[in-house]
């Protein structure tokens, strides 16, 4: 018992020096639980990143089979699609069917099927129209794009779907849903082809009757996940070679860090934290002159000049910001200023808006340069805020005029021009308190395809547009003088409002302006004018659309009359132009197929 005892009482006959040798350090134990933070938070990153990489690959798997069956439906022939629903009338043989199947609506409809497969040849497995069956619950094959090619090679039939033959689409809710309810929709999940050895995620559109809302019919495109595979497995090589590095970065960082960070490492780094956090103010408190203080005092240092270069820095984008707005960076894909490079250039559909003082030119020479400077700078600080409120960008200031980009909905820059207005209004009530003349301004919207990019050369560069989009939203604000508008819209603009019927409006004229080959629409919307001016055109609207149809038809007597109605109280110009037009074709010949387009020559 007695020598047993003292085998298991080790500690105590290990010397004091020895035992106190064995005991893991502070540096020892830095350098341990700093690779062992570094390798565990690498490993979490490099799987957070694979698992949000893939998911992000997914959805966007199913967002391009969405898309394309979307489009798939779209192109398809109606006359072509209406002849094969007919044949699936009750009672049809199976020998009709097969007829049908060999005829040329079945071959069109499979030929523009094929066009979709072909758009993405490596992913596209399968496309296929369905219609409602005759059962809930129930569907039949309209179209399958293997089919044709199917038979034309002897292949087996049986791997393919036949007109008329019934799908059970109570198995696929999805399908079912989209289908239904006229959803266009994607499943949520990949689903197992085990003959092809492959993933597929399906996307459904549905092919809307006559009507626009009752679904007819869908298209059903699957994609596999081959390249989102591929995609993965890439990732999956290079995420273990940077966890490799990592953790080779982590253990030489932790033999550093260890050797260095002996006492006070606890309170730098909360420090260090505070002002990884922007908290420039922090310091650290030295209260020795080892490694750590010096550190410490090193790092006071370096955290006066950085306060100091910081708030330089933040001076410097501020002043940038009012030249280059960040919206353009934004839109451009940059994060900063030092980002932009000569010729970066991103092409977006957006609605341009130019705005014009009336008369500027007489009103200013009324005035010193000064007073100009400081009339113009006056009015744009009340415009400017306006347009950005509205999500609007302001582009570019040319003397009184306005540009501005809206790259999100062309309601905002319809609400901008109202909002524009109703400022004008309350800036001219301040400005005859003061004894000045008021001021009127018009504005021009237009919407369409524009290059947004970065000109000129290396050591003098400027972020413009460039489009005809923006050439034509000009012409339109030079036309609000001639129609005696104060805002005037393309049809495009009018056809992009989610909510045009919010806005009061009519149709003005249909136009070919300078520069232009091709006729525009353009309509007018009145809802900024002044109560009077509104209250005219709603009250006449209908004598309004009744004269433009009968000028647009020729009857220039019927037109004149109801256009000298509108004219007479002095509030509306457009009548006052139409009713002109009237009496020249009245006094001189029509010359043979006229057309209601007018030719301006003007801006």
Request: net charge negative; hydrophobic share 45%; aromatic share 8%.
């Amino acid at each position: 018992m007695h020598s047993a005892a003292r085998y298991l009482n080790l500690p105590a006959m290990i010397p004091s020096d020895l035992l106190r040798r064995l005991r893991p350090g502070m540096r020892v134990k830095i350098i341990l639980a700093f690779f062992a933070f570094g390798s565990a938070v690498s490993v979490a990153l490099a799987f957070a990143s694979y698992k949000i990489l893939e998911d992000k690959l997914f959805r966007e798997l199913q967002g391009r089979a969405r898309n394309m069956a979307f489009l798939t439906a779209l192109s398809l022939d109606q006359s072509a699609l209406s002849e094969l629903l007919k044949a699936l009338k009750p009672g049809a043989t199976e020998t009709q069917l097969r007829a049908v199947e060999q005829g040329a609506a079945y071959r069109r409809i499979s030929d523009q099927l094929n066009v979709a497969r072909e758009a993405e040849q490596r992913l596209v497995r399968y496309v296929y129209v369905i219609a409602p069956g005759e059962a809930p619950g129930e569907g039949r094959y309209v179209a399958d794009a293997d089919l044709l090619a199917a038979l034309a090679k002897g292949g087996d039939e049986e791997a393919v779907s036949h007109l008329g033959q019934i799908l059970d689409i109570a198995a696929y809710p999805t399908m079912r849903r989209a289908l239904e309810r006229g959803e266009n929709l994607s499943e949520e999940e990949f689903v197992n082809d085990p003959e092809f050895g492959v993933n597929s995620v399906s996307g459904y559109a549905p092919i809307f009757g006559a009507d626009g809302k009752t679904p007819i019919a869908l298209v059903g495109l699957d994609m596999i996940d081959s390249d989102v595979r591929e995609a993965l497995t890439d990732v999956t090589r290079l995420s273990l070679l940077l966890v490799s590095a990592a953790i080779l970065i982590a253990l030489i960082t932790s033999i550093v860090l260890g050797a260095f960070f002996t006492r006070g490492i606890l309170d730098l780094e909360r420090v260090v934290r505070r002002f990884g956090d922007r908290d420039f103010d922090v310091r650290v408190h030295i209260d020795s002159s080892d490694e750590v203080g010096r550190l410490g005092f090193s790092f006071n240092s370096m955290a006066e000049t950085i306060q100091d270069y910081s708030a330089q820095l933040e001076k410097l984008l501020a002043a940038y910001g009012r030249f280059v707005p960040h919206d353009v960076l934004r839109l451009l894909g940059k994060d900063s200023i030092l980002d932009v490079r000569l010729g970066d250039q991103v092409q977006r559909d957006m609605t341009v808006l130019f705005s014009d003082i009336r008369s500027f030119t007489t009103l200013s020479e009324q005035m010193t340069p000064a007073e100009n400077f400081a009339f113009i700078n006056s009015y744009l600080s009340r415009v400017g805020p306006v347009i950005r409120a509205e999500n609007g960008l302001i582009d570019k200031y040319i003397g009184d005029a306005v540009m501005a980009l809206f790259p999100t909905r062309a309601d905002h820059a319809v609400k901008a021009s109202l909002a524009m207005l109703q400022t004008v209004r309350e800036y001219n009530e301040h400005r005859r308190q003061r004894g000045f003349d008021s001021i009127r301004i018009g504005v021009g919207l237009h919407t369409g395809p524009l290059m947004l990019g970065t000109v000129g050369e290396e050591q003098r560069m400027d972020a413009t547009v460039i489009s005809d989009t923006v050439n034509l939203a000009s012409r339109l604000e030079g036309l609000t003088k001639y129609y005696e508008a104060t805002l005037i819209v393309s049809e495009a603009t009018l056809l992009a409002l989610n909510n045009r019927n919010d806005f009061g409006f009519r149709f003005l004229d249909e136009v070919q302006v300078k520069g232009k080959t091709e006729s525009i629409r353009i309509y007018e919307i009145f809802e900024a004018d002044s109560p009077a001016v509104v209250e005219a055109r709603r009250r006449g609207m209908s004598a309004y659309v009744e004269a433009v149809r009968h000028y647009r038809r020729g009857r220039f007597s019927e037109a004149r009359e109801l256009f000298e109605g509108l004219a007479a109280g002095g509030l509306d110009g457009a009548a006052r132009v139409y009713m002109q037009r009237c009496a020249d074709r009245l006094s001189g010949s029509t010359p043979t197929g006229w057309r209601p387009v007018e030719a301006l020559d003007s801006k």
